[in-house]
């Protein structure tokens, strides 16, 4: 039987929009499907599993269990208890699967990858933990199983987000769009799809395939005959830039279009990331649903505990200290590499002068014009670029091996 990736291939979308069209109809008339609904979702992840990645299918079946029992069982703890030790062990547990996973190409652990890993483990990860975080909180108070499985096997997201939230999630799945709502909702669905086809299928092709083999290759020759150092590494710098963002935006608005048809509002994941004027403007825009996690579940977290338990005298010290350690966790959270921690540490340190600056422009009045406002962008946009050039790994390629 054929194996379908999400988003890959005219293949893909024909067999998607034909099994989302009684789901259409339905809603259209103010009904949901339920039952088909998850029926859909289970043989497209069945699809995407199947043929050589059949044991990738295993690995999610035994993560879900784990999950819902763990998720599960704090809830029922959390109805009669609050200790502190009982929710951190519930957090690490959620994560140790997506730790094994992450350690294993660095531990040469290939048994853990085939036993652990499948395509998404990380996006389901953040959600079961994100449900945690939320129960514990008090935000949530009652464990639906049924609702647990539609949120973390939301078929349209479930490879590589966006993340969403569950609360969010259930008031869109439980509830009927009225027409009007859902033929704005279909409207829209049509405009991602296609410009989501621009992005993946025209400028990341441009890009990613036909560009940037050459100009990494034109970058390595140069290297070796300039010892380590080519001018080369600034068109790939820029090329998979912006390949990075067309591919990624062009899959999040797939996500994005499919879920909408199928009544569900998952939150955008882009919005417009090369205008930001700083580099905190910037992560508002870039991978929005997994910078607002960071932020609400790490840093905001860290920042709470530090001023809790009166780590550093100066707040502004503790916002410093959090921005780094909640960057390095997305730095090791993409990998176990040195490139994937620099960039990590890059962004850590990059927010901490971002707010030193705009704290500096506000005592100082500095002038905020049109020149200045482009300016702003401009030199945001190249300090990205530089990141993306490290998290790429591509310098490594190049100086390393």
Same mark, same amino acid.
């Given at each position: 039987?054929?194996?379908?990736?999400?988003?890959?291939?005219?293949?893909?979308?024909?067999? &998607?929009l034909l099994?989302?069209?009684p789901? *259409?109809?339905?809603? #259209?008339?103010?009904?949901?499907l339920?039952?088909?609904?998850?029926i859909?979702?289970?043989?497209?992840?069945?699809?995407?599993? +199947?043929?050589?990645?059949y044991?990738?299918?295993?690995?999610?079946?035994?993560?879900?269990?784990?999950?819902?029992?763990?998720?599960?069982a704090?809830?029922l703890?959390r109805?009669?208890?609050?200790?502190?030790?009982?929710?951190?062990?519930?957090?690490?547990?959620?994560?140790v699967?997506?730790f094994?996973?992450?350690?294993?190409?660095?531990?040469?652990w290939t048994? =853990?990858?085939t036993?652990?890993?499948?395509?998404?483990i990380s996006?389901l990860?953040?959600?079961?933990?994100?449900?945690?975080?939320?129960?514990?909180?008090? *935000?949530?108070?009652e464990f639906n199983?049924?609702?647990?499985?539609r949120?973390?096997?939301?078929?349209?997201?479930?490879?590589?987000?966006?993340?969403?939230?569950?609360?969010?999630?259930? @008031? $869109?799945i439980t509830?009927?769009?009225?027409?009007?709502?859902?033929?704005?909702?279909?409207?829209?669905?049509?405009?991602?799809?296609?410009?989501g086809?621009l992005?993946?299928?025209?400028?990341?092709?441009?890009?990613?395939?036909?560009?940037l083999?050459?100009?990494e290759?034109?970058?390595?020759?140069?290297?070796? =005959?300039?010892?380590?150092?080519?001018?080369?590494?600034?068109?790939?710098?820029y090329? #998979?830039g912006?390949?990075?963002?067309?591919?990624?935006?062009g899959?999040?608005?797939?996500?994005?279009?499919?879920?909408?048809?199928m009544?569900?509002e998952l939150?955008? +994941?882009f919005?417009?990331?090369?205008l930001?004027?700083?580099?905190?403007?910037?992560? +508002?825009?870039?991978?929005?649903?997994?910078?607002?996690?960071?932020?609400?579940?790490?840093?905001m977290?860290?920042?709470?505990?530090?001023?809790?338990?009166?780590?550093?005298k100066?707040? &502004?010290?503790?916002?410093?200290?959090?921005?780094i350690?909640?960057?390095?966790?997305?730095?090791?959270?993409?990998?176990?590499?040195?490139y994937y921690?620099? #960039?990590?540490?890059?962004?850590?340190?990059?927010?901490?002068?971002? $707010?030193?600056?705009?704290?500096?422009?506000?005592?100082?009045?500095?002038?905020h014009n @049109?020149?200045?406002?482009v300016?702003?962008?401009? =030199?945001?946009?190249?300090?990205v670029? =530089?990141?993306?050039?490290?998290?790429?790994?591509? &310098? $490594?390629?190049?100086?390393? @091996?």
């Amino acid at each position: 039987m054929v194996n379908l990736q999400p988003y890959t291939d005219p293949m893909y979308f024909i067999i &998607l929009l034909l099994a989302l069209l009684p789901l *259409a109809i339905a809603l #259209y008339f103010g009904k949901r499907l339920s039952w088909y609904e998850v029926i859909v979702s289970l043989v497209f992840i069945f699809l995407m599993f +199947n043929g050589k990645k059949y044991h990738e299918g295993y690995a999610i079946i035994l993560f879900m269990i784990w999950q819902w029992l763990l998720v599960w069982a704090y809830t029922l703890y959390r109805k009669k208890s609050n200790n502190t030790v009982v929710f951190y062990v519930a957090t690490i547990l959620a994560i140790v699967p997506l730790f094994l996973v992450k350690l294993a190409p660095v531990a040469h652990w290939t048994h =853990v990858s085939t036993l652990l890993g499948f395509l998404g483990i990380s996006y389901l990860t953040f959600r079961s933990v994100g449900m945690i975080l939320e129960t514990r909180d008090g *935000a949530i108070k009652e464990f639906n199983p049924w609702l647990f499985l539609r949120f973390m096997l939301f078929m349209p997201s479930i490879s590589s987000g966006p993340i969403d939230r569950y609360r969010r999630f259930v @008031k $869109d799945i439980t509830t009927v769009p009225d027409r009007e709502k859902y033929l704005g909702m279909l409207e829209k669905a049509v405009w991602y799809f296609f410009l989501g086809f621009l992005y993946k299928f025209v400028l990341s092709h441009i890009l990613g395939t036909l560009l940037l083999p050459r100009f990494e290759s034109l970058a390595i020759l140069s290297a070796s =005959v300039h010892h380590g150092w080519s001018w080369w590494l600034v068109p790939v710098m820029y090329t #998979y830039g912006l390949d990075l963002f067309f591919d990624f935006a062009g899959y999040s608005l797939f996500a994005v279009a499919t879920s909408y048809v199928m009544g569900v509002e998952l939150p955008m +994941n882009f919005d417009k990331p090369f205008l930001a004027k700083n580099l905190k403007d910037f992560w +508002n825009r870039w991978h929005i649903t997994l910078s607002f996690w960071f932020r609400d579940y790490i840093f905001m977290r860290l920042v709470f505990m530090m001023m809790k338990k009166k780590w550093f005298k100066s707040r &502004l010290t503790t916002s410093n200290i959090a921005y780094i350690i909640n960057m390095l966790i997305m730095g090791f959270w993409h990998g176990l590499h040195w490139y994937y921690i620099a #960039y990590g540490l890059f962004h850590g340190v990059g927010l901490v002068i971002n $707010d030193a600056w705009l704290r500096f422009k506000k005592k100082h009045k500095v002038p905020h014009n @049109k020149f200045t406002e482009v300016f702003a962008i401009f =030199v945001t946009f190249n300090v990205v670029m =530089v990141s993306f050039l490290l998290f790429s790994g591509f &310098l $490594d390629k190049l100086w390393f @091996k």
